[in-house]
């Protein structure tokens, strides 16, 4: 059974730090494809990162680039999201998603829309505030 599991939200000032942390269970694939998503309140879920299984692939929204940088480490089946100058609009509940790249007929795939994804996370909550 897969399951994807965040950890590292928490509560910060303007400016702070966060590293947020998706382990993935139960994937028989090899080639897995993960993102990270987020939910403000009162917003819409939006992409905020993603990445292919074998790095090739990363992106970011326009809204956080310059600030946060995906990674993963494959031996540990986890994505990582360093979150620097956080601010308050950062605010949100983020999901981890995953989806195996065969799937979608490239092993080198990721993807920004929340759509192309078939697992999440439980969601974990980061707040920015003074």
């Known amino acids: 059974q897969v399951q994807l599991v965040e950890s590292g939200g928490d509560s910060v000032q303007p400016g702070g730090s966060l590293r947020l942390s998706c382990k993935a269970y139960g994937f028989t694939e090899d080639y897995i494809a993960m993102a990270w998503f987020r939910q403000g309140p009162g917003k819409d879920r939006e992409e905020v990162a993603w990445?292919?299984?074998?790095?090739?692939?990363?992106g970011y929204a326009d809204s956080v680039k310059g600030r946060f940088t995906i990674s993963r480490n494959l031996a540990k089946s986890t994505i990582y999201l360093q979150m620097n100058n956080l601010k308050r609009e950062d605010t949100a509940v983020y999901y981890c998603?995953?989806?195996?790249?065969?799937?979608?007929?490239?092993?080198?795939?990721?993807?920004?829309?929340?759509?192309?994804?078939?697992?999440w996370g439980q969601g974990i909550q980061v707040t920015v505030s003074s």
């Open positions: 990445i292919s299984s074998s790095d090739g692939i990363i």
């Open positions: 998603a995953a989806q195996p790249s065969g799937s979608r007929g490239n092993y080198d795939w990721a993807a920004r829309n929340s759509w192309e994804y078939d697992y």
